[in-house]
């Protein structure tokens, strides 16, 4: 098994999918794994919608041109009502961070099973929820197409480029 940091150094954002759909089984794992991410106070405000129909995924389409051929689709959503409200806030919430984190399991589980992803949050929220006919309370944080890649596609070339340390970590 791959250690932690080998696994989150080969997951990268793939933008030409195959179209073979995730098998079942990987794809049960992979929600799995996304249901026992932490969220705030456990509150769980997060919901997965998973596209997968021919009507589902010509409306991700529709939405964004980030689809990229994926045959399956999790489209991320909070709750705003099960959402933790901040302290002394009226609006801001942990609704976007808990669907992160869920998404973010998501994401590296499925690496681990050898299935490729990529965040995509180029979307207008407001023409997802009308296309899903999202309930009023549920807010779209981000899409994530799934599945194996087109032959020759690969990571990005600015991938493995990263800041220094001393340039994102800051000791107060």
Not at 18 to 39: C, F, H, M, R, Y
């Amino acid at each position: 098994m791959k250690s932690f940091k080998e696994l989150a150094q080969a997951r990268y954002s793939l933008k030409a999918f195959s179209g073979k759909p995730v098998e079942e089984d990987k794809l049960q794992q992979i929600l799995e794994t996304g249901n026992i991410a932490p969220t705030a106070k456990d509150a769980q405000s997060h919901r997965i919608y998973v596209l997968q129909s021919p009507e589902a995924l010509e409306k991700a389409n529709t939405a964004t041109p980030c689809i990229y051929g994926a045959a399956t689709v999790l489209l991320f959503t909070f709750n705003k009502g099960e959402a933790f409200t901040y302290p002394g806030q009226d609006v801001l919430n942990s609704g976007a961070e808990d669907a992160s984190i869920v998404a973010t399991h998501i994401m590296l589980q499925a690496k681990e099973l050898g299935v490729d992803s990529c965040w995509v949050n180029f979307f207008e929220p407001a023409k997802v929820c009308e296309l899903f006919a999202l309930p009023a309370e549920e807010v779209p944080v981000l899409l994530m197409p799934l599945g194996y890649p087109k032959e020759g596609a690969g990571p990005l070339t600015k991938h493995t480029q990263r800041k220094p340390l001393a340039d994102t970590v800051k000791y107060l």
